[in-house]
């Protein structure tokens, strides 16, 4: 069953005229989750961003994201803000700045889970310490009580791992979810990742550098170049039978460096 | 340069250049533009209404408004931009040494503007003139010193930010080259964003020394200044309030044109300005 | 946090120092001779010794050092001396023109506060639309309007034609009202400016887009919105407050306010140096105190000021 769809979306920057994203088009179905890989500034945060409307006012996005056969580009504000959390949560790249500063995490935390899970105050508490449990978080009522500042971009990036967990969305989309953790920290939540798409049935796409992870946790792959999709298919086939000659680097340097650390991930986390 | 074009291309900008410049030529040619003088009583003929013999009726004692407010201009705005030159002179001056020195003059100087930014300049002002009495010189002298320490700042930070860009070739470079660099690099770049700042600026030194010369202040009677003609027209306020527009609109649009222009050099050139934050329209 | 406080209280001495130094200094540039001065202004010759005489008076004989010395320390115990023009110490002049001031700045900076940030909230939730751009063209004229031509033309049309409002002085508690909405006037729309710049940028940054993300209500994200944006404000705001007072000079001088501002003009024409000093150094004092307290109410809002303690 397709969820999501996305066709022809392009994203232009109208103050400076600059395409940021041209032409992407991708499909993402019931339990098969989607890796976007590509060089950085290649436009991969911005089309989610844009699929979403999470962009400033002077970028303006074509085309169509269909979910569920509704198009989130044409859609009022607030139809799409019942969409946002509740089906389709986002953990942002930047951790560091997507908290608000003057409140601390567990009230932002809280009035998410309010909001989306229509919860008590209390429940929202307890609901809150147990995702954050879930992600690794030891001390977790230390860190409800924590101001953004107080705590690293990998705590609060697991911080926005346990919101979107917590929230129970059809499909969770993670941007650089793992960037700013040490190689433990990622091991753990990846494994949470794995978890909730067996338990929960949550599909995921992925947005990483790690071709590793990629490969890990994607049944299907979107390479990006210039602001342009250059491949899209079944992850294994992309990976190992690179048509295009910027995946074919891509795969060649990233498989190379990471083929033993990979292989020690895997067995591991079949373990666990 | 891509900000000339960027201005070039923006018509109301173009506008605002090419009606100041207007208002400063009618200030120069002001003798020869004028129909009546300036400060010629002429009591027969007292709030005169408009006539081809006075385009903006008379005052209360009969002199031409037209003709005043055309003088006004080497007043108002003349004495404004003498201000400003010699508030920029002395800010570069001292900014210079600050930037290009830094150090231990860089760091006393930054001090002594610290001291003189933490006095609100209204009451600085107040204060050189209360000491030194009403006066046009007098108020020129109280904006300068109100206001260098600012100048100052600004050109220190300018200077500081270009030097670092040229950080490499400043170092490797010694004696005539580095003159060189300066002259070639450091100095057209302050220059650029000092008019950029001073532009923006006018507006203000216009309204403040208008507005010392409404409270008399200023410039003395009869000098025709704009503030001084809306001080004399509030005297007949209520017999004749159309005293009170011609003055009044002259400083509203001159004031206007260039804080408008300002924003425009300000967004054609990138500019930064500091604390104030960027006016909007 | 009372050790920020304390940093903070310390950190001024300095300037404190240093500002009453310049005070004094400006005080001292006159071009006439003060003894001569407060002579003339009582109408008694100055003979080279009734000047020799006022000049031990007021203390002038002394090296300049030692006069700065004691005109802090007596400054600060709140002794300005005599006025020249009627001989009546300064502090009770200046004390009984205060609170007329204070009133005036209060009532202005109410409206202020009250205008600007509401004004701002709706540029910010109907960005771009008519109504913000209706806001914008106001501020765009009200900062090129000279203050005083505003008050002239409320009086006019208030006072003249409607004959609503008193024309000057401070007869009944209508009174307050033209002044404080001319001296209003132009800090509105410097404040509506910053406050609105900073409100819109605010709406762009991450924590909005993620607070969106998260599924929030409009309504909720506005006022993390404001929050974020209120701390700018209150800076800006706060450090109006002594520049309104200030500014009461002009508005006070039109409408025959019977404040320091019109106290202090009074004593410029009048050479009353006295009266100028005390000016000065009250509004230099009030302006560094306000400086503190708006530094210290940021801190006590901002959880990140907080920890650098
Ligand atoms: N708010 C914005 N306004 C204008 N341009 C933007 C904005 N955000 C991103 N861009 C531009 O869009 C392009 C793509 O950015 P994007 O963040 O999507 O890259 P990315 O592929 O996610 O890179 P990275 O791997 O570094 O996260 C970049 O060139 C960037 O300059
Ligand atoms: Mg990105």
Request: aromatic letters at 8%.
């Amino acid at each position: 069953m397709v969820m999501l769809e996305v066709k022809n979306l392009s994203i232009q920057d109208t103050q400076s005229n600059e395409v940021i994203v041209e032409d992407i088009s991708f499909k993402l179905e019931r339990g098969r989750s989607l890796g976007i890989v590509g060089e950085s500034g290649s436009g991969k945060s911005m089309t989610v961003k844009g699929m979403l409307g999470l962009i400033a006012p002077w970028i303006t996005v074509s085309g169509a994201a269909y979910f569920e056969d509704a198009d989130m580009l044409r859609m009022k504000t607030k139809s799409i803000r019942d969409i946002r959390a509740r089906h389709i949560s986002m953990i942002l790249q930047d951790a560091m700045s997507a908290f608000d500063s003057l409140d601390t995490i567990g009230k932002q935390m809280q009035e998410t889970l309010c909001e989306n899970l229509i919860i008590s105050r209390t429940e929202a508490k307890q609901v809150s310490l147990r995702e954050l449990e879930r992600v690794g978080i030891k001390e977790a009522a230390q860190v409800l009580k924590k101001y953004p500042h107080q705590l690293s971009g990998g705590m609060l990036q697991r911080c926005m791992i346990a919101i979107a967990a917590a929230v129970q969305p059809d499909i969770i989309i993670a941007d650089e979810p793992t960037t700013a953790l040490d190689a433990i920290t990622q091991k753990e939540v990846i494994a949470t990742f794995q978890h909730l798409q067996a338990q929960s049935g949550t599909t995921f796409i992925f947005i990483s550098h790690d071709l590793g992870v990629i490969q890990q946790l994607t049944e299907d792959v979107l390479v990006m170049k210039d602001a342009k999709q250059v491949e899209y298919g079944r992850t294994e086939n992309v990976f190992q039978h690179p048509q295009n000659e910027y995946t074919k680097y891509l795969v060649d340097t990233r498989i190379k460096l990471t083929r033993a650390f990979e292989q020690s991930m895997r067995k591991d986390s079949y373990h666990a | 340069m891509g900000g000339l074009n960027k201005l070039m291309r923006d018509r109301s900008a173009m506008i605002c250049i090419i009606f100041l410049t207007l208002v400063v030529l009618a200030g120069i040619f002001a003798p020869w533009l004028a129909p009546h003088s300036p400060i010629d009583v002429n009591v027969k003929e007292k709030l005169a209404g408009i006539s081809t013999t006075y385009p903006l009726g008379t005052d209360q004692l009969g002199r031409c408004i037209f003709s005043r407010l055309l003088y006004g201009i080497r007043t108002t705005v003349f004495i404004a931009f003498i201000t400003m030159i010699v508030t920029i002179v002395i800010g570069t001056l001292i900014g210079g040494i600050a930037g290009l020195f830094r150090g231990k003059i860089d760091e006393i100087i930054m001090r002594i503007c610290d001291v003189f930014m933490s006095f609100p300049s209204e009451v600085m002002i107040l204060a050189i003139i209360g000491m030194m009495g009403p006066g046009l010189t007098n108020i020129v002298i109280a904006s300068i010193i109100a206001k260098w320490a600012w100048y100052t700042r600004m050109v220190r930070s300018i200077i500081i930010k270009y030097a670092d860009k040229n950080y490499i070739q400043f170092a490797r470079v010694s004696g005539f080259s580095r003159w060189h660099i300066f002259k070639k690099h450091i100095m057209p770049n302050t220059v650029g964003e000092i008019s950029v700042l001073a532009t923006l600026d006018a507006g203000s030194v216009i309204l403040m020394i208008s507005a010392l010369s409404f409270l008399g202040l200023g410039v003395q009677a009869p000098t025709p200044e704009w503030g001084m003609m809306l001080n004399e027209a509030k005297n007949v306020m209520t017999i004749y309030p159309e005293l009170m527009l011609a003055p009044g609109i002259a400083i509203l649009v001159v004031v206007a044109a260039f804080n408008f222009l300002g924003d425009s050099l300000q967004d054609a050139f990138n500019v930064k300005r500091g604390k104030r934050g960027k006016r909007m329209r | 946090m009372k050790r920020y406080i304390t940093k903070r209280i310390i950190s001024i001495i300095p300037l404190l120092i240093g500002i009453s130094f310049l005070a004094f200094i400006l005080i001292n540039l006159s071009e006439s001779d003060p003894a001569e001065v407060a002579l003339r202004v009582n109408e008694i010759t100055p003979t080279e010794t009734a000047v020799a005489e006022m000049r031990e008076e007021l203390g002038l004989d002394k090296p300049f050092f030692e006069r700065y010395i004691t005109w802090v320390t007596s400054s600060i115990k709140g002794d300005f001396g005599n006025s020249f023009v009627n001989n009546k110490p300064v502090i009770e002049e200046i004390g009984q023109a205060l609170p007329a001031t204070l009133m005036l700045a209060l009532v202005a900076f109410v409206m202020i506060v009250f205008i600007s940030v509401s004004a701002s909230i709706l540029c910010t939730i109907y960005e771009g639309s008519i109504i913000d751009r209706t806001i914008r063209g106001f501020v765009f004229i009200a900062e090129a309007m000279p203050g005083y031509w505003i008050g002239l033309l409320l009086i006019w049309f208030f006072s003249i034609k409607l004959n609503l409002l008193p024309t000057s002085g401070m007869s009944s508690w209508t009174s307050v009202i033209l002044p404080a909405v001319t001296l209003a006037f132009a800090y509105i729309s410097t404040y509506v400016r910053l406050i609105r710049n900073n409100m819109v940028q605010n709406k762009n940054e991450n924590f909005v887009l993620y607070a969106k993300a998260r599924g929030m209500k409009e309504g909720i994200i506005l006022k993390r919105i404001f929050k974020n944006s209120l701390q700018s404000a209150i800076t800006a705001l706060g450090m109006s407050i002594p520049k309104l007072i200030a500014g009461t000079v002009i508005v006070e001088n039109i409408f025959a306010w019977p404040g320091i501002g019109r106290l202090s003009v009074t004593a410029i024409f009048n050479y009353d140096y006295p009266v100028i000093q005390a000016y000065v150094f009250l509004m230099a004092v009030l302006f560094v105190i306000c400086n503190l307290l708006v530094d210290i109410v940021t801190a006590i809002f901002d959880p990140r000021m907080r920890k650098e303690v």
